[in-house]
């Protein structure tokens, strides 16, 4: 198109907003770790050469063309399908509220190379292993590694109003662990054993490779899910939706 720049862009879908009765408007994790918004001309037509190809969780290799306004998709190769997380409600659900988050966590003409290789390894994580509790810990995972990792990291080893070592309670609003004594003036402090610290390190610490091979109970791990959930919305002034209908199923 005369007065059109073309460019190179891979990252993965996160987002999907209609335009038109055949168009989709793409927002878009970069492998740079910025995100961005093109236009997918007739990614809702069936058949069209761009419809399979612009999915939600897809990591693609993308021609865009840039004018005055949104740049448009012209080309566009599916590096990974991330298919394995559709077979199954749960897996769905799982990655679409992952996808919520990085899209909460990433930001326009700001790089970030962390955010695109985490996002990915955790997408993949839903695929190898799909049971409940799996996900559930995955989830968890991905909200404290990319918070903690955008300055949002809970503290763990000492009271977060005294620097008292020993500590008996967890405030997402206060930031961390607090000790009998400052929990009398924090609301909604919530009680918390060795073990429920230890699992938030490990979430925050291990490798997903070492997190799919972890024994979790069931209980262990609405627990998690719960507390990343709340950790998540505290933080980011955001009501999750996405991550809402998982820890509801």
């Excluded at 335009?19 to 770790?33: M, N, P």
């Excluded at 700001?110 to 049971?131: I, K």
């Excluded at 990343?228 to 998982?246: G, K, N, V």
Aim: hydrophobic share 40%; glycine share 10%; proline share 2%.
């Amino acid at each position: 198109m005369p007065g059109r720049k073309t460019s190179r862009r891979r990252g993965t879908v996160l987002d999907r907003t209609k335009l038109g009765e055949q168009d989709l408007i793409l927002t878009v994790l970069a492998k740079e770790g910025d995100q961005f918004s093109v236009i997918a001309k007739g990614a809702r037509k069936p058949g069209g050469r761009l419809a399979a190809r612009t999915e939600l969780f897809c990591n693609v290799d993308m021609l865009v063309s840039h004018g005055r306004g949104l740049g448009i998709v012209t080309e566009a190769e599916v590096i990974d399908a991330h298919a394995g997380v559709r077979g199954e409600l749960d897996c769905l659900a799982c990655a679409s509220a992952m996808c919520e988050v990085a899209r909460l966590t990433s930001y326009e003409n700001v790089s970030d190379p962390f955010l695109h290789p985490l996002l990915e390894r955790a997408l993949t994580a839903c695929e190898q292993v799909g049971d409940s509790d799996h996900l559930s810990i995955f989830l968890a995972a991905y909200v404290f590694k990319v918070l903690s990792h955008s300055g949002w990291r809970p503290v763990l080893d000492e009271c977060v109003a005294c620097g008292e070592e020993s500590y008996s309670r967890f405030s997402v609003a206060a930031g961390g662990v607090l000790c009998e004594s400052c929990s009398r003036d924090v609301a909604g402090a919530k009680p918390i054993d060795g073990n429920g610290i230890a699992w938030i390190k490990a979430l925050i610490g291990n490798t997903y490779d070492m997190l799919c091979a972890v024994d979790v109970d069931g209980i262990t791990a609405s627990y998690l899910l719960g507390l990343s959930h709340e950790w998540a919305a505290t933080h980011l002034d955001s009501r999750l939706r996405a991550l809402e209908f998982f820890a509801g199923m």
